[in-house]
């Protein structure tokens, strides 16, 4: 069955630290895509950033960072010199290409998030 | 701004009532999801349509429905209401595939009293 674990509930750091969020997935299809994603105190989700399964090569975007290990089933999103601004939750999401039953058909099954809190 | 929106922002029932939820995907996307956030079941896919048609199906009861106009615009009716429908829906858009990114809009925070 599919499955997102995203197993820190609650991370708190200082800011300027580096912090690193978990993700392990779980999923029989072999073409399937994962997600990150920011739900901010305001509520909406802002999409961070989209990694097929054919591609595992680390991706970086200012101070963020992306690291895709297909051997671990992990996909670990880590931000650098934390802000005050990146307190927010954060949702890992896994999206399948095969269709049902076996495969989600692409509807994103999310992990129940991890709540980061940057103290200034 | 992702570039969907849902309306209204919040909406505040009472038990047994029905009410609509709206959601007009991004410009140029044919495909629509509603998603269900509560604090006990996290992020939940209901349902997807695709150019007018059900595409998939998820986690979505029976009092609940849904349905995407010719100009793509999308209802979520909810039925019957109890108190554990109180959540946070969010209409999310993809421009076909469900594979492609969803751009999701700022929710619908529903409270059923």
């Known amino acids: 069955a599919q499955k997102v674990t995203q197993a820190q509930t609650e991370i708190s750091v200082v800011e300027k630290e580096d912090v690193t969020l978990d993700c392990v997935y779980e999923?029989?299809?072999?073409?399937?895509?994962l997600f990150w994603y920011k739900q901010p105190p305001s509520g909406e989700l802002v999409f961070l950033i989209r990694?097929?399964?054919?591609?595992?090569q680390n991706e970086i975007s200012g101070r963020y960072s992306w690291n895709f290990q297909k051997s671990t089933s992990s996909f670990n999103f880590t931000i650098t010199a934390s802000q005050v601004v990146d307190s927010a939750v954060y949702f890992c999401?896994?999206?399948?290409?095969?269709?049902?039953?076996?495969?989600?058909?692409?509807?994103?099954?999310f992990g129940k998030g991890t709540k980061l809190s940057v103290k200034p | 701004d992702s570039g969907v929106t849902q309306t209204p922002k919040h909406l505040i029932t009472a038990t047994g009532q029905r009410v609509t939820l709206r959601c007009s995907p991004r410009s140029g996307d044919l495909s629509v999801y509603w998603y269900q956030q509560s604090l006990d079941q996290g992020l939940q896919f209901l349902i997807q349509?695709?150019?007018?048609?059900?595409?998939a199906k998820g986690n979505i009861l029976e009092r609940f429905s849904a349905q995407q106009f010719p100009d793509l615009h999308s209802e979520l009716n909810l039925s019957s209401l109890e108190l554990g429908d109180s959540a946070l829906y969010f209409c999310a858009s993809s421009v076909e595939k469900s594979t492609d990114t969803q751009y999701f809009g700022p929710g619908t925070r529903l409270t059923v009293l």
């Open positions: 349509y695709y150019n007018g048609e059900e595409r």
């Open positions: 999923t029989r299809d072999t073409t399937y895509y």
């Open positions: 990694r097929n399964s054919f591609d595992e």
């Open positions: 999401a896994l999206s399948e290409a095969g269709s049902p039953p076996g495969g989600s058909q692409g509807n994103l099954i």
